[in-house]
């Protein structure tokens, strides 16, 4: 993401609460990217050659706005000369009224380190991106009385995950993305809306129990997802917006406490 799509991005959203999560095409799939080093401007000049360079301008954004979350919890690592050092899963947690929402990115498992070295302001960013498994369990023991919504970009339903979902029952979802046609409980073909299955995604954990994942949507498709959450249901319908004209799609979910 050029640095100009950046200052986009937060022009069209600044008059609304925004609480991002870094998917594959943030940084995993621009690490040893060569299409994205390279020259670039900056403030009407050029900068220097900076590898892995958007990759890590996307994490240092990131962990910037992530910082100016009210009241959130974060396991994110700043350090180094000017602070140009990140680590730590870079997952955070926050509060809206009974509920507790935790953002862990691109999955939760992902790990990787890279570089990105700036030689105009001789300037090595060293990045480490660690899993958020230790972090998530730590994090959803402070918060037991709390409804729970996991979000995380590549839904996948492994071991680790499935044991603290056990350990956890206050967790009542999990919003993923990454497969831009599927949507809430179903998916988009040709632009038609179908049913998985007439039922739900979910994940089962290794002691039986059911949790729903609601799949996002995507901006190329027009579509996505509209939640409500209250103190003792969760309902969440698939939007379609294309040309500008709001419609709920395919199926409602409604879970109950």
Not at 141 to 156: A, P, R
Request: charged share 20%.
């Amino acid at each position: 993401m050029d640095r100009k799509d950046i200052i986009q991005f937060e022009k069209d959203y600044s008059g609304i609460p925004v609480y991002p999560g870094l998917g594959n095409h943030d940084y995993q799939n621009y690490i040893d990217d060569k299409w994205c080093d390279g020259w670039y401007i900056e403030a009407g000049g050029y900068r220097a050659w900076a590898q892995n360079l958007c990759a890590a301008r996307l994490v240092e954004w990131f962990v910037g706005r992530v910082k100016t979350i009210p009241a959130s919890k974060n396991d994110i690592k700043v350090s180094g000369h000017r602070g140009k050092d990140i680590s730590g899963s870079l997952a955070y947690s926050f509060d809206k009224y009974d509920w507790h929402f935790v953002q862990l990115n691109n999955k939760p498992g992902y790990t990787k380190r890279f570089t990105s070295y700036d030689s105009w302001i001789v300037r090595q960013r060293n990045i480490d991106i660690k899993d958020s498994y230790l972090w998530l369990k730590n994090d959803l023991n402070k918060n037991k009385n709390k409804n729970t919504v996991l979000n995380y970009h590549i839904f996948n339903n492994d071991n680790e995950m499935g044991t603290i979902l056990d350990d956890n029952p206050q967790v009542v979802a999990i919003f993923a993305g990454h497969y831009h046609n599927m949507i809430g409980s179903g998916y988009l073909n040709n632009g038609n809306y179908y049913n998985y299955h007439n039922s739900r995604y979910y994940i089962r954990t290794p002691k039986g129990r059911i949790i729903p994942v609601f799949y996002s949507g995507s901006a190329e498709n027009n579509i996505y997802l509209h939640a409500t959450f209250k103190p003792k249901s969760l309902t969440v319908k698939p939007v379609s917006s294309v040309n500008g004209n709001y419609k709920y799609i395919g199926k409602e979910n409604i879970i109950n406490f």
